[in-house]
Every structure is written in structure tokens, then in C-alpha cells.
């Protein structure tokens, strides 16, 4: 297995010479930099993530807003305006919808007019859905749609922007830049919350229009910005560009493009390709039949149906109604108060995915807020006086404390690093369709919580937090037995652990230049069962 050798001496060039151009006893992920092309490349492409944000943030305002209110919401029996569970939940809803569409068709997009252009022409498709929802004058149905279509661009640009960071970026930093697109959609939260808080005193349209048209500047800078940077070096040198994708690893790795973490990756790029070019074009079932990836292709399924079932999308979705429920005058502060946690503690979980093993931070967060949803649960249901929340101030209080502790351990470990695992989690023949169907899992769960949230709070009330906190306690199983620790690891470095069945267990301690003699090639191509003839790491 040439190319998880750790030494230079040990990685042959294309030409078969063997490189020498450092110390054997320097790791070739040591030769790289922290350098301002890597950086400005993370930081331009998560504001897709920044769009998500700002988009499902914003809607939990408008709801309290009276212009909008009395232009589409329903009559009620004293004289105002409201929504009833199945307008709120369709309003709220079909953005995720219109994001699962986008997601699914991510991946061939990338494919075919690269993740460049394919994050571009996303961003330019919100202004669409923009357009709907501004215009917008009595009929609820039309806001609707313009959430399905602006639905479409965000789903798109959630499966291609970490595909294009986790390609481009070095594996020094690879983690936290992936990671900086859940920061993004925490910043374009609170953004949605602070311009709902400075717009909703307004008497007139504008309450809500202003929110909704700040969209188009988000969506501008993202279709333009991006064309500034180079291609992904690995989807480049598919299309036979290897010189440009040697110059695009070298300036993001801030090395020569021949030094040896350069040769490294471009071998890594070089062997995987040869497989795909010895053997057919993937069929769409190979995510499921091909070697261990029914196991990835199920994994990363879960994982980000993980995210959505951990409950943090609760508070941010329907954060000023429950907290109007416990006897807040201004419910909007309390979300900028939630919002603020989770910006705050988000940029904890960028040192956490830099310093910390994906598995035990997964585990230790779905710990945390279970716990959290637990207390959330007791006291919400046998503590808070419903009726008059002000007979009740200490459980309102808790409420509110445990609210934002449980969305402090979902910012430090499930929001940023599902992104980043999922993004490491297939093979270069597989990661577009994989990568799309996992994040349509996401926008699946997201829309059955903000769909059916109302009904099911309508019924159980504050027992729902049971249903979180159960789903947390599955997910520690979950990635305790059957995720492997992928930490500083290259892409195919990662593919070969999972080929040779390396225990999730012990994944953090296992060293690849011990690996079998054996090439990838080889292994990618022997049947399914001859694969498990690998003895287990």
C-alpha cells in the first residue's frame, strides 16, 4: 500500500523514483502550512453555510410579526392574526424540502460543471426564490414556494461546499475549514435573529421584506466570490489537469509543487483514478454493493439524520414561540441569546475538531444534550405553570438555561463535525452521490421537525424533548461501534482503513504504513467476501 507510507523515502513518483526530498523522520502532513489561500478558500465557500443560516433563521421571526401575520396567516376568534399548525408547519417546511430536491441533484451537478461553477450557479438560483418570496402580497402559498425554490440552491450548496473544501483543503487543517461551514450557518442564525429583532417593531412590509431581501447580498457575494479560487485539485486532475492541480495542493499547502506532501496527495489522486479507469463507470447501486460501502453509505445516512435528530433545529425553528410560552415579553432576545450561544460555542468546536478525535467529541456532545433534554423534558412538563408561566419564573428560567446548554454541546461537536466526517467518509468514486444522499437525509429529518413539530407539541407538549434525548442515546452507540476516528488522515488514507475493515474501536491508534502489502487497486476490485479475508487492525 505505497501511498500510506509515512516517509518520504517510502512514496514513489509516478515515474516510479522514489522521493527524497525530506527527512524520513518528517511526516509529510508536517511539511504543510496554515496559509491565507486555504483560509480565504474555507471562508469564501461556507457562506452556502452562512445562506442556510440566515434562511432558517429568520422564518421563527416572522411568525410574531404582525404585518406578516395579518398577510398570510389565519383570523383568529379574538380579532388577530395567527398560523395554525399545518400553514406554520408548510411554510416552515417546504425549505427543507426544496433542500433535500437541491441535494440530490448536488452531486451530478459537481460532476459535470465542476464544484466551482456548481457552488456558483447555486448561489445565483437563491435569488430566484428570493424574488418569490419579496413579491409576495396575500397568498401564504406563494412565500411557500419561494422558500421550495430558495430550498433548492441551499440544499445544492450544503452537499457541494464541503465536497469542495474537503478536496481542496490540506489535511492539516481539512477538519476546521470543513467545520467553518457549520460556523457559517451558526453566524447567518444570529445574523437572521438580530435584523428580525431590529425589523419587527416595523408597522408596514418592511418588517419582513427587509430580512427576506438581505438575501440577495449573501447569495452575490457567494456566486462571485468563488470564482475567484482555483478548482479542486482532485476534480482537476480527473479531467487530466494534473499541472494545475499540483500548483493548486502546492499554493493551499504553501510548499513547492514538487516537495513531497505534494508528490504524496498527486500519487494518492494518481492511484485511485487508476482504479476508477480500470473498471466501469460507477452504477448508482454501487454506493450500496460496492466494497464496505454499504456500511459508509448507511453510516453517513445516519450521521446526518443524526444532526437534525439531536433537537437542535427545534429552538432555532420554533425558539420565540416555546419561549413565549414560558412568560418572555420579548421572545426575539431570547433567540439572539440562543443565537449567541451557538456562534460562541461553535467557535469552541473549531478547536475541538482541530484538537479533539471525531469520535469522542460525537459521543461526549449526544451525551450532553441528552442530559439536557432530559432536564428540558421534567421540568417543562411537571415544573412550568403553562397557564401563567410568572407563577413559575425559576422553570421558565431553566427552561431557557438547559435550552441553551444543550445548543452549546450541539455547536461544539454534532453542528461542525458531521460536515467534516461525512465529507472524509467515500471514496473519490462514490462522493458525489454519497455525499448527496446523506445530505438529503439531513434535509429529510430537518423538514419532519419543522413540519411536524407543532402537531407533536400540540399532543405531548414538552415530552417531545423525550424523543431527542432517546435519539442522542442512539446515536453514542452508534458512533462508538461503527465509526472509524479519520483525524489528520488524507481522503484515501481513509478509504483504505475502511477497505481493511480497521476496528472503529482502535481506529485511533492504527498506523498505515503497517497496513498489509496490499494496493487499494487490489482491493477495491476483489469480491466483497475476499475482503474480508483482511485480518481486523
Known sequence: MPFLKRHADQVETPNGVKSEQSSPETPAVKQQRITF?????????????????????????????????????????????????????????????????????????????????????SATWACVGIVIEISSERQWAQFAVGRLVTGCSIGALSVVVPMYQSESSPAIIRGILVSTYQLFITLGIWTSYMVD?????????????????????????????????????RYAYRLGREDEARRTIAKLAGVDTHARTVNDQINQIRIQLQEENTTEKARWYEIFTGPRMLHRTLLGIVLQAGQQLTGANFFFYYGTTVFKSTGLTNSYVTQIILGSVNVACTFAGLYVVQKVGRRKALMAGAAWIMVCFFIYAFVGRYALNSADPQLTPK??????????????????????????????????????????LATASNWFWNFMISFFTRFITDSISYFYGFVFAGCCGALIFIVYFFMIETKDRSLEEIDTMYLLHVSPINSAKWDGSKAPEATPAESVHEPVETTHAHAEV
Open 37 to 121: 489561500l486555504a483560509c480565504f478558500l474555507g471562508l469564501v465557500a461556507s457562506i452556502g453555510g452562512f445562506m442556510f443560516g440566515y434562511v432558517s433563521g429568520q422564518i421563527s421571526g416572522f411568525f410574531n410579526m404582525p404585518n406578516y401575520a395579518e398577510r398570510f396567516g389565519q383570523l383568529q376568534s379574538d380579532g388577530s392574526y395567527g398560523f395554525d399548525a399545518a400553514r406554520q408547519g408548510t411554510i416552515i417546511g417546504l425549505l427543507p424540502i426544496g433542500c433535500l430536491i437541491g441535494a440530490l441533484v448536488a452531486g451530478q451537478l459537481a460532476d459535470a460543471i465542476g464544484r466551482r461553477l456548481a457552488i456558483s450557479a
Open 197 to 233: 429583532w431590529g425589523t419587527e417593531a416595523m408597522d408596514s412590509s418592511a418588517s419582513w421584506r427587509i430580512p427576506n431581501g438581505l438575501g440577495f447580498l449573501w447569495s452575490i457575494i457567494l456566486g462571485l466570490g468563488i470564482l475567484l479560487l482555483p478548482e479542486s485539485p
Open 395 to 436: 422553570a421558565g428560567s431553566a427552561l431557557i438555561v438547559f435550552s441553551c446548554l444543550a445548543i452549546a454541546a450541539f455547536a461544539t461537536t454534532w453542528g461542525p463535525l458531521v460536515w467534516a466526517v461525512v465529507a472524509e467518509l467515500y471514496p473519490a468514486r462514490y462522493r458525489a452521490p454519497c455525499m448527496a
